[in-house]
């Protein structure tokens, strides 16, 4: 068996579907990537699932089942794109779809669904999932915990750098010269401007951030939905669709205003949340690194060049991994820091108590 090969499965807040690298743990590269969509019945039950709703047991458990059956499906491709025998793949890093999330006090937990049994099963493959749990057991956040496979990959000595994640949330991994990591999310990133252009235009998000582009930001609209505390919140924090969601935005808003000023002005709280994060927690950062979906969004990337002006905005492709691809592949990387027994968390960044080796085992023995 080669020891190096894992598989990074991956399904954030957007709900757009699931990455899946094969990922050399050795050479920290990606040899393999495939993206599945969600069925769209799977994906109205999971966004459903997000909010308090009848049956939830039940119905939590049979999307936890489709999760796995994608998840699976997936594995099979990437393996047979691959040419790779799943004999050679020492674990799989399952993230799971994230459907409550409330870290903090004793009554704190994260709950992403997926039957880590079912997996198992069907792709005869050792699976290592609930990776957040017991950082938030710990008293962490159980996120983020991708900053410690962000250091690896783009850490750079005596300089600043930061890892911007643009998925449904935004998250920042800050690479500090002097060897310090941190991380926190800063908000939305795009589950705002995806739920809001899919009710006005039925599209799944704003390509480019065209839509956007054509609109003006409200001022108004804009103070209104910085005012959330949450926002003002030090790091450590994080933050999901618990509190980022359409209703949230209908709470909001002022009546009359056109759909694309909105939506310019939902692009605008992306990127100034982002900026004024940086700002206040790395000012001295002389490179951000964008991955995730948003990166692909010219009209964002565009915004945050102007606010952080002076500061080279650049996406993980530079670095040879393609943005698509980043996230999963910390899932593979957290797989492997599990199998060698070594913690995954990094305390500083998600507040928990100290290092934890991070998450659930479902061996494959078939
Ligand atoms: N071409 C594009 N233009 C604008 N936004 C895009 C584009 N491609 C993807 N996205 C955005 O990226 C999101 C998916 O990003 P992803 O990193 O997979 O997030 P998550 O980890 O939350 O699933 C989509 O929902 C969409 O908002
Ligand atoms: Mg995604």
Known sequence: MAAGLFIGLMSGT???GVDGVLFDAVRLAVTGHVHTPFAPALRDELLALNTPGPNELHRAALAANAVARTYADLVAQLLEATATPRGQVRAIGAHGQTVRHRPGGVEGY???????????????IDVVCD???????AGGQGAPLVPAFHRAVFGAAGEDVAVLNLGGIANLSLLYADGRTGGFDTGPANCLMDGWIARHRGAAFDADGAWAASGRVHADLLSALLAEPWFALPPPKSTGRDLFHLDWLDTKRLPGLAPED?????????????AQALQRQMPAASRVVVCGGGARNGALL??????????????????GLPVDQVEAAAFAWLAH??????????????????PRLLGALYPAWV
């Open 302 to 319: 565009r915004r945050l060049g102007e606010l952080l002006a002076g500061i080279c905005v650049q996406t993980s492709a530079v670095h």
């Open 131 to 137: 990776l957040r749990s017991r950082d938030v057991a």
């Open 14 to 16: 957007s709900l757009d």
């Open 110 to 124: 994260t709950t992403q669904l997926l039957n880590g049994a079912l997996l198992a099963e069907q792709a005869g």
């Open 337 to 354: 820091r599990f199998v060698e027994r070594q913690p995954g968390n990094l305390p500083a960044v998600t507040g928990a108590a100290g």
């Open 262 to 274: 909105v939506q310019a002005t939902l692009l605008e709280l992306s990127a100034l949340t982002v």
